[in-house]
């Protein structure tokens, strides 16, 4: 059964950083893509970055970019988001998640995502 595990949320003021991690078990982690979604009340969870199974591919939201930084190790089983020069709107539950995919293969959609986390909250005050 595979399973993923986020960690790392919390509260943050304006211009401050986070580093979310990701811990994955049940499967081998580099046969996974992995991704970072958020959600806020009231709206669909939207994507904000994907990684490749090697690392070597990686994908952000516009919104993001620049600013966010999406890695993994597979030594460690463990996919990363390091968030900085966070903004009020950056708040919100932020998933994890993975997929079967090939090796230079990433997902954009929640729909492209097989195993999901239970979340974590981000809240960035101004």
């Known amino acids: 059964q595979v399973q993923l595990v986020e960690s790392g949320g919390g509260v943050v003021q304006a211009g401050g950083s986070l580093r979310l991690s990701c811990a994955v078990s049940?499967?081998?982690?580099?046969?996974?893509?992995n991704g970072w979604f958020r959600q806020t009340p009231g709206k669909e969870r939207e994507f904000v970055a994907a990684i490749s199974r090697g690392g070597s591919l990686t994908r952000y939201a516009d919104s993001v970019k620049g600013r966010f930084t999406v890695s993994r190790d597979n030594a460690k089983n463990t996919a990363y988001l390091q968030m900085n020069s966070l903004k009020p709107e950056d708040t919100a539950v932020y998933y994890c998640?993975?997929?079967?995919?090939?090796?230079?293969?990433?997902?954009?959609?929640?729909?492209?995502?097989?195993?999901w986390g239970q979340g974590t909250q981000v809240t960035v005050s101004s």
């Open positions: 049940g499967r081998t982690f580099s046969s996974f893509a």
């Open positions: 998640a993975a997929r079967d995919a090939g090796f230079y293969q990433v997902g954009v959609t929640t729909r492209e995502y097989d195993y």
